[in-house]
């Protein structure tokens, strides 16, 4: 499918597992709180459970960091029938802090890709997450000279890009959207009429996960790393 990006003034990425990496430490988080709550469930059950708690803690918590260490601490709570000891929730603990702490490291050509295309295009970063964490992490990624606009979304459904367009005073036919997500990053703009470039991360959290039937007849590109937006875009 053949798409023009002629029009284009403005271009949003997103940040977690698009610009640098976030969905490996939360799968490592996982694994060690698997270990943790190993008296108590198998494997399989505990994954399951904390998935579901963080699931039914969405709407309070929102998504980010807190939120999963939140949800790793009920779902100890209910796994051990409230037996879990209080050196396994320290330990738990110590897990988000960990995940907090971790070093950025950005994916293959981010920094030239955004030099390069900050030179013709206005450059905003749009992310879902925890405001705290999310502006801890764009600081340390030294990106943020990049971007003339960040906004931090509790959510990246169809109405808070709408809301986010119309604030930046932006024509969904100008924006293109940059983002590994095919749920958050990418339907929702081409749902708008905006359009959307999907860059897929080597893992996706199940919560982002699409039915082949979502994407068909929607239309976007695909491309396998950062570097070709270069090429697509100049």
Do not use: C
């Not at 963080?54 to 037996?83: C, D, Q, W």
Request: proline fraction near 3%.
């Amino acid at each position: 499918m053949e798409i023009n990006y002629n029009n284009i003034h403005v271009i949003g990425f997103d940040a977690d597992d698009t610009l640098w990496v976030n969905e490996t430490y939360f799968r490592d988080a996982e694994v060690a709180f698997g270990k943790l709550l190993s008296p108590y469930e198998t494997l399989n059950k505990i994954d399951q459970e904390l998935f579901k708690a963080h699931m039914r803690n969405l709407p309070l918590y929102g998504y980010g960091i807190k939120g999963f260490v939140l949800s790793m601490v009920e779902t100890a709570i209910e796994l051990s029938n409230n037996n879990v000891s209080a050196k396994t929730i320290h330990a738990i603990l110590d897990i988000g802090k960990d995940m907090l702490e971790k070093p950025i490291e950005l994916l293959d050509g981010v920094e030239n890709v955004l030099k390069e295309l900050s030179k013709k295009y206005k450059l905003i970063l749009a992310t879902k997450g925890d405001l705290l964490d999310q502006e801890r992490k764009l600081e340390k990624s030294g990106l943020l000279d990049y971007f003339h606009h960040i906004e931090v979304l509790s959510d990246k459904k169809e109405a808070n890009y709408s809301r986010l367009l119309n604030h930046l005073e932006i024509k969904p036919s100008q924006f293109l959207m940059i983002g590994n997500s095919l749920k958050s990053d990418i339907l929702p703009l081409v749902n708008l009429k905006a359009h959307a470039i999907h860059v897929p991360f080597h893992t996706t959290w199940i919560h982002e996960q699409v039915a082949e039937n979502e994407t068909n007849g929607k239309a976007y590109k695909t491309v396998k790393s950062l570097n070709e937006l270069l090429e697509l875009l100049e």
